[in-house]
C-alpha cells in the first residue's frame, strides 16, 4: 500500500502535539487489549496510540499523517465485534475514551451535545436524571457514543424507536486531511444538499473522526412495563411477533429467547431468572406516560399471544423484577461466550415477518454443519445474533465448519431479503460477506466514496467495502 | 460541458425504447409546463420528455444518454420550489408521473412499496383506508413521492413524527450509466456498508433517479385534535413554542400564522377562516389512540399558552372544523402568490429557540430592504417559509431588492446555526445561499460524491453543489 512506517521521528512530532507523554503510547506501553476488539479474531498492533483529548490535537495529527501517508485508526472502548477499530496496517491508533464531556443539554432545542467518548451508560443515565429520553439501547452500555454513532448500533427499543442514526443531529468530523469540518446542526430538518451526515453514521470511522456529536433526546417515559411470555416452542413464540405488528400495538421492544441462553445468562451472572417452565420466551416492553396508556396496549397484546398458545403472561412492573429480566437478557452474549472456548458471530438482519424461517434455519443449520449455534434477539425489528462455538473443535475443523456455517447463514438471509448487519457494522472480519450480499455497484460506489474522502487512503483502511 | 445535442437518431432510438409514441413529446409537443417548476424562476426547455413506465425503459434511456453524453433531468410533478426539475443543459427529460401503481401494502412488516410517480394524497388516502398512517404531511400534496424523497420533504407533521427520510427503507435507482441497484431494504436495522440510501434522499435527482421506494408506515392514530390559540402580538405567539417543547408535550404540529395571511387565504378560498379576534396565532395538532389520552396532553399545553398571554384556546374537535383551518393553512403559499405579481421564497431552518429572533428579522426587513415580507411555518421545528413579494416593483428595482433581502435573511439564518433549506432544496435557484453557508470542504465532497455516482456529469447538471 505504500504507506509510511512510524518512526521515531512520527513518535517525536505526535509527542510534541500532545505534550503530555501519558497521552502517547509506544511499544512495550501499548496494552494488549489495543490490539484487537471483543470478538473478531481480527488482531494486529498499532505503532503509537494517541489518547487524544481534543479534535485539534486529532487535527493536527491527522493533518501529519496525511503528508506523510501513514494510516490511522480510530478507537473507542473496543467493544467492537468486527474489528473496525483494529489497525490493520499499524501506525496511529487515536483513541477517544478520554474525550468523555457531555458539553450542553439544551431543553428548548431538546438536544444533547457530546464529546465521542462519552460512555452509553453515562449518556442515559445523564438524561434520565434530567427526565430525558436517549432511545438507542443496544446491549453494550460501555461502548462509546462515537462508536455507536460509527456502526450505526441499534439496540432493543428499535421496535418503536428506531436506531442510533434516527437520533443523530449534527456531527463535528475531522477528515482524512485534517481538516474539522461540521454536518448537520441544532436544526430539525435539513434538505440543505447532500447528506454527509448520514454518510458519516455508519461509516465505522473510515471517512472521518467524530469529535463531536449534537443528539437528539425524547421526553422521558413516565411508565415502562415488561412482559415475559413463555411459550411452548420457539415457533410459534416467534411467529406471533407479525400479528402484534399487525395489531398495530408497538411495543417499545420485542425480543425472542430460549431456555439453553436464559440458563447460560443464570450461571454468568449467579442470578435466578425469573420464570422456567418454557423452552422459549418472548420478552415484551411497553413504554408511556400512564399506566393506564400502557395497559390499554398490552391488555390487547397479551391476550393475542394466549391466542396464538402463550403458556403464561407475566407481568413486571416492579422495578426489581424488570432489572431481574433486562440484565438477564443484557448477559447473553458475555454469558454464550462463558459457555464455548471460542466463538464467532452473525448479526443478520430480515424483513421481521421472515425471521422464523432465519431462526428454523440456524437451528437446523448445527446438525446440517455440525456445530453447536445459539441465537436471540430483537425477533420485532428482524435482527438476529447467532453465535457460532467452537467448543472442543481442532483450528481445523473449527474453520471449516464455522466458514461453511457462515456461509449458509449470510445466503440464507440474503435470500429472505435480509441484510449482512443489522447494528455492528461489517469492519474487517464481515468484508467478504457484504461482497457476497450487495450488488456490486453498490460496493464500487462505496469505494468511491472512501476515495473522495480519503484519496490516500490513510484513514482505518481495509474495512467494510475495501479489499 | 461538450454535452452532445439531441439530434432524430436519439429522439429514433427512444422511440425505439418506449414504443408508444404519445409518450415521447418533442418540439411543440412539449408542453410549457415542462420549462419550469411552481416558483424559482428558472426556466429552460428540455429537447425530448419520456413519460416513462418503468425501471427497464429508464435504464435504457440513461445507458443511452451516458453512452452519448447527453444531460437527462428527472421530473416529477414539477412542484418544486428551486428549479431541481428544470432542464438547464435541455437534453432528455424523464417524467416518472406516469410511473403511479401501489405496489404492495405489507401488513407484517408495516410497509408500503411504491412507484414514485405515485402522489402524496393518493399514498395518504391509500393507506389511510388500510387504517396505516404516513406521516410525511408537506403542504403541497399534489407532489409525487419520488420529489419528496428528492428533497427530503419534511411538512407539518415533522415535531413529533420527522421526514420523508425518516420513512424510506429502501429504493431502487437507476445509476447514471444505466445499472438498476437497491439501497437498503424492507429491513428496520441495517448496517451493513455506506448509507447510500441516504445519500440518494435529498439529492435531487442528481445521483440517480428513484424507480422504486419501499416506505415505512405507523399504526394510524385513533383520534386527532386541533388548538387555534390566539395571541396579542406574533412574538408572544413564537416564544411560547419552546416553552411547549420544555414542557415534554409533543404535538404532532405547531405552526405559526399572522392575520394578514389568514385575510389572503380566506380571499383565495373563498372562506371564512373560524377565528379573527387576533393578529397571530399558534396552531397545534394532538394525536392519539384515545381522546382522553389527547386531552391529557392538550390541558397542559392550553394552560401553558394562556399563562404565555394567549387571548384564548379553541377546540377544533369536529372534521368541519378541522378542515377549514387546515385547508386555510395548506392554502397559504398559493394565497401569497396570488396577492402579488410575482415572488421568491426563503425556506431556511434555524434551531426552535431561535424562530423569534428570525421571525423578527424577517419583518424588520421589510423597512430595510423596502419590499414586502410574508411569512409563516413550522414554528414547531424551526423552518420558516418567507415570501418575498415583487407587487409593482421594475425588474430592476425587484432583482437589488430580492437579492439584498435574500442575502441578508440567509445570513441571518447563518448567524443563528441555521440552513438554507429546511425542506423545498437547493436545486439550482438557492446554490449561492449554499455555497455562502457550508464549509467550503463539504461542498468540495459533495462534488466529489456526485463525480463517484455520476463522472460523466450527464444527470440533472448545475444543481445542489455544482456550478
New interface residues.
Given amino acids: 500500500m505504500g504507506y509510511k512506517k512510524v518512526d521515531e521521528k512520527d513518535i517525536t512530532y505526535i509527542r510534541q502535539v500532545i505534550g503530555d507523554d501519558e497521552r502517547v503510547l509506544t511499544n512495550g506501553d501499548i496494552n494488549e487489549e489495543y490490539s484487537h476488539d471483543e470478538l473478531s479474531g481480527t488482531s494486529s498492533y498499532p505503532d503509537v496510540v494517541v489518547r487524544a483529548k481534543s479534535a485539534e490535537e486529532i487535527s493536527k495529527i491527522m493533518k501529519y499523517a496525511y503528508e506523510h501517508t501513514i494510516p490511522v485508526t480510530p478507537r473507542g472502548a473496543g467493544t467492537g465485534l468486527v474489528g473496525s477499530s483494529v489497525a490493520m496496517e499499524h501506525g496511529i491508533m487515536i483513541d477517544s475514551s478520554l474525550m468523555n464531556q457531555i458539553l450542553e443539554l ?5 438536544t444533547i451535545t457530546v464529546e465521542p467518548g462519552v460512555l452509553l451508560m453515562e449518556l442515559s443515565a445523564y438524561v434520565e436524571d434530567h ?1 430525558f429520553f436517549y432511545p438507542p439501547d443496544p446491549g453494550e452500555k460501555s461502548a462509546t457514543i462515537g462508536g455507536n454513532i460509527s ?4 439496540g432493543m427499543r ?2 418503536k424507536y ?2 442510533t ?2 437520533y443523530v443531529r449534527g456531527l463535528e468530523v475531522v ?1 482524512p486531511d485534517g ?1 474539522i ?3 448537520g ?12 451526515k ?2 458519516m ?3 465505522e470511522g473510515t ?1 472521518g473522526f467524530i469529535t463531536k456529536a449534537i443528539l437528539k433526546l ?3 417515559p413516565k411508565k415502562v412495563i415488561s412482559l415475559l411470555i413463555p411459550f411452548p416452542t420457539l415457533e410459534q413464540a416467534i411467529d406471533t411477533v ?1 400479528l402484534i ?2 395489531s ?3 411495543p417499545t421492544a420485542i425480543e425472542f429467547m430460549q431456555r439453553e441462553v436464559i440458563m447460560d445468562a443464570e450461571k454468568y451472572l449467579g442470578k435466578a431468572f425469573p420464570d422456567h417452565q418454557a423452552d422459549a420466551y418472548l420478552l415484551l416492553k411497553f413504554d408511556g ?2 399506566v393506564e ?1 400502557i395497559e ?1 396496549t398490552y391488555d390487547q397484546v397479551a391476550k393475542l399471544c394466549l391466542e396464538q398458545g402463550a403458556l403464561d403472561v407475566l407481568i413486571s412492573d416492579t422495578e426489581e423484577r424488570e432489572e431481574s429480566i433486562w440484565k438477564a437478557r443484557g448477559a447473553f452474549l458475555e454469558a454464550i461466550k462463558g459457555s464455548t472456548t471460542y466463538m464467532d458471530e452473525v ?1 443478520v ?5 421472515r425471521v422464523n424461517e432465519m431462526v428454523t434455519y440456524l437451528h437446523d443449520l448445527q446438525k446440517d454443519v455440525n456445530i453447536r449455534i445459539k441465537s436471540f434477539g ?1 425477533a420485532g ?3 438476529l445474533h447467532a453465535y457460532i462455538l467452537k467448543d472442543q473443535l481442532n483450528e481445523q475443523e473449527w474453520e471449516n465448519r464455522l466458514n461453511e456455517a457462515m456461509d449458509k447463514a449470510y445466503e440464507k438471509a440474503k435470500e429472505l ?10 469492519g474487517y472480519a464481515k468484508k467478504q460477506y ?1 461482497k457476497e ?3 456490486s ?3 464500487q ?2 469505494n ?6 480519503d484519496p490516500k487512503n490513510i484513514l482505518n483502511p481495509h474495512k ?2 475495501q479489499v
Fill in positions: 439544551d431543553e428548548e432545542n431538546l427526565d456502526t450505526n448500533a441499534g428499535a421496535v428506531g436506531v442514526r434516527d477528515l481538516t469540518t461540521e454536518f446542526g441544532k436544526v430539525v430538518k435539513n434538505s440543505s444538499g447532500y447528506d454527509l448520514d454518510l453514521i455508519g461509516s471517512l425524547l421526553p422521558l407479525p405488528i399487525k398495530k400495538s408497538i406516560n400512564s396508556e390499554n448479526d438482519v430480515v424483513p421481521r415477518n430483537h425489528d428482524g435482527n431479503g435480509g441484510q449482512v448487519s443489522g447494528e455492528h457494522g461489517i457484504l450480499s450487495l450488488p455497484v453498490d460496493l460506489l462505496m468511491k466514496i472512501k476515495q473522495a474522502f467494510i467495502a
